[in-house]
T-cell receptor, first 112, second 112 residues
Framework: NAGVTQTPKFQVLKTGQSMTLQCAQD?????MYWYRQDPGMGLRLIYY???????DKGEVPNGYNVSRLNKREFSLRLESAAPSQTSVYFC???????????FGQGTRLTVV | QKEVEQDPGPLSVPEGAIVSLNCTYS??????FMWYRQYSRKGPELLMY????GNKEDGRFTAQVDKSSKYISLFIRDSQPSDSATYLC????????????FGKGTRLSVIA
């Protein structure tokens, strides 16, 4: 049982480049989330998808876009990467409100 | 004021000590309270889950929720070096499909 799988695990981008972070879950969860984690800042929500076909902004959405491709997959796109987007990105999923969220292993992104 | 406040530490204790980790929150709508443990370069994993007020015990870990004070705690008894990690509190409302809100996390080191 893979749980939540993120790809890639590591990435280095140059300023202005674009990329898509992929996330897939095999637990039949309805909701999926993208967080970023920076030193001293904890986990901050970028975007989330409460159910297939819906997406909503979180605390720090600027510079990002998302796509809920189907129930399993939720991707995060950086259109024009900036050094301020250097961070560790976590994807998470959960079944319904009130239940625990399961996290992927993270993507370490460096923008130079 | 952030919805969830957590002292980031770091906290360093000797092996065998009792550890107390705490979070305060401002939103009285929170009903579900969780503690996640995150080892270095890994994704967060659920450690404890509590609904509404009260205590919950699991082995060396005890979670407490005091909704009247908007205060939650995690106690670790007989702490071990393997408990060295970052501990994040998280909470969720009881309505809608809103995401978990996390504290900044407390970095704990247990010294042998």
């Amino acid at each position: 049982n893979a749980g939540v799988t993120q790809t890639p695990k590591f990435q280095v981008l140059k300023t202005g480049q674009s990329m898509t972070l992929q996330c897939a879950q095999d637990m039949n969860h309805n909701s999926m989330y993208w967080y970023r984690q920076d030193p001293g800042m904890g986990l901050r929500l970028i975007y989330y998808s409460a159910s297939e076909g819906t997406t909503d902004k979180g605390e720090v959405p600027n510079g990002y876009n998302v796509s809920r491709l189907n129930k399993r997959e939720f991707s995060l796109r950086l259109e024009s990467a900036a050094p301020s987007q250097t961070s560790v990105y976590f994807c998470a999923s959960r079944w319904v409100r009130g239940t625990e969220a399961f996290f992927g292993q993270g993507t370490r992104l460096t923008v130079v | 004021q952030k919805e969830v406040e957590q002292d980031p530490g770091p906290l360093s204790v000797p092996e065998g000590a009792i550890v107390s980790l705490n979070c305060t929150y401002s939103n009285s709508a929170f009903q579900y309270f969780m503690w996640y443990r995150q080892y270095s370069r890994k994704g967060p994993e659920l450690l404890m889950y509590t609904y509404s007020s009260g205590n919950k015990e699991d082995g060396r870990f005890t979670a407490q929720v005091d909704k009247s004070s908007k205060y939650i705690s995690l106690f670790i008894r007989d702490s071990q070096p393997s408990d060295s990690a970052t501990y994040l509190c998280a909470m969720s409302r009881n309505s809608g499909n809103t995401p978990l809100v996390f504290g900044k996390g407390t970095r704990l080191s247990v010294i042998a």
